[in-house]
């Protein structure tokens, strides 16, 4: 089992940035693949960001935050990071972090494990 904890959401205004962690716990993250997803009120729930760090390495983000968007891991920490610059109000969700073993997996939302999720609003 893996337990994921989302930290590091708030208000910002647009043309901020933010960075949003996700401590895991319960295994290491070393052999999993990581994802940030997002839903907005009245949305679906989409992939922002995914990255795997065996081989093939593999990083892919939404067209709507590629350039302002980038995930990072500190595995020393057991933590995933998501650095958002130049933020849009239309970036404003609730922001989840996600592992599974596979980039795959986690583009197609069949995600084995998921944290509760940490507002990030964005003002204009």
């Known amino acids: 089992q893996v337990q994921l904890v989302e930290s590091g959401g708030g208000l910002v205004q647009a043309g901020g940035s933010l960075r949003l962690s996700c401590a895991a716990s319960g295994r290491s993250l070393s052999n999993y693949a990581m994802g940030w997803f997002r839903q907005a009120p009245g949305k679906e729930r989409e992939l922002v960001a995914v990255k795997s760090w065996t081989d093939p390495i593999t990083t892919n983000y939404a067209d709507s935050v590629k350039g302002r968007f980038t995930i990072s891991r500190d595995n020393a920490k057991s933590t995933v990071y998501l650095q958002m610059n130049r933020l849009k109000p239309e970036d404003t969700a609730v922001y989840y972090c996600?592992?599974?073993?596979?980039?795959?997996?986690?583009?197609?939302?069949?995600?084995?494990?998921w944290g509760q999720g940490t507002q990030v609003t964005v003002s204009s």
């Open positions: 996600a592992a599974d073993l596979t980039t795959t997996r986690l583009q197609s939302h069949n995600v084995a494990y």
